[in-house]
């Protein structure tokens, strides 16, 4: 039990689909976060939600869409995607957004065909 | 331009000899550091910090070393033991209170038994 829980952990979708990545912390955090890993590079932080609400947006396309119901889930709604979005794409929460340490979640690896 | 580089792709130590992993940084207003550990199919785990105002912090067979000056950080691993393979990435935050970790692009540790 790592506290950060994203399902699914594969996921395979054509470019004119919709599908949608969950995570949820079991940690009584209030900062949770989503992060891209491309092969090769480093983490990119894309999205940051502090008690619900939305703190940063990395300049990350519309086709990605982040929903925050409450402090303990994170959802990431995807919709026409691109086979350069393929990733790791990995959600991380923390006490709050200046809270140093985040945890990871085990991340879903996402290809798009 | 990466401002937090791991030059190191990959690195093979014998088992009970001294890992050294190193990272260095671009902007001088990084002010905390981290180390990611991640093994394969898992999420990052958080390993150590350390704070700008100190040059070294220790946890067990960990050491995180900090050189401002030359914007050089070393993760010191002794003994090495063959779960210690895995990939490590170093991580910086600038400016305090704030959460955008700025991530290396990881070197992979293999520790040979």
């Known amino acids: 039990e790592t506290g950060v829980t994203q399902t699914p952990r594969h996921l395979v979708m054509g470019m004119t689909n919709k599908k949608s990545l969950k995570c949820e912390q079991h940690?009584?955090?209030?900062?949770m976060y989503w992060y891209k890993q491309s092969a090769k590079k480093p983490l990119e932080l894309m999205f940051v939600y502090n008690f619900k609400e939305q703190t940063e947006n990395n300049s990350v396309p519309s086709r990605f869409s982040p929903e925050c119901p409450n402090s303990s889930h994170l959802f990431l709604h995807l919709h026409t995607l691109q086979p350069e979005d393929s990733a790791l794409y990995l959600c991380a929460s923390s006490q709050d957004f200046q809270y140093r340490e985040a945890f990871f979640g085990q991340g879903t690896r996402l290809t798009v065909v | 331009d990466q401002q937090v580089k791991q030059n190191s792709p990959s690195l093979s130590v014998q088992e009970g000899r001294i890992s050294i992993l190193n990272c260095d940084y671009t902007?001088?207003?990084?002010?905390?550091f981290l180390w990611y550990k991640k093994y394969p199919a898992e999420g990052p785990t958080f390993l150590i910090s350390i704070s700008s105002i100190k040059d070294k912090n220790e946890d067990g067979r960990f050491t995180v070393f900090l050189n401002k000056s030359a914007k050089h950080l070393s993760l010191h691993i002794v003994p090495s033991q063959p779960g210690d393979s895995a990939v490590y990435f170093c991580?910086?935050?600038?400016?305090?209170?704030?959460?955008?970790?700025?991530f290396g692009t990881g070197t992979r540790l293999k520790v040979l038994a």
């Open positions: 991580a910086a935050s600038g400016a305090s209170g704030t959460y955008k970790y700025i």
């Open positions: 940690l009584g955090h209030n900062a």
């Open positions: 902007n001088s207003m990084f002010d905390y």
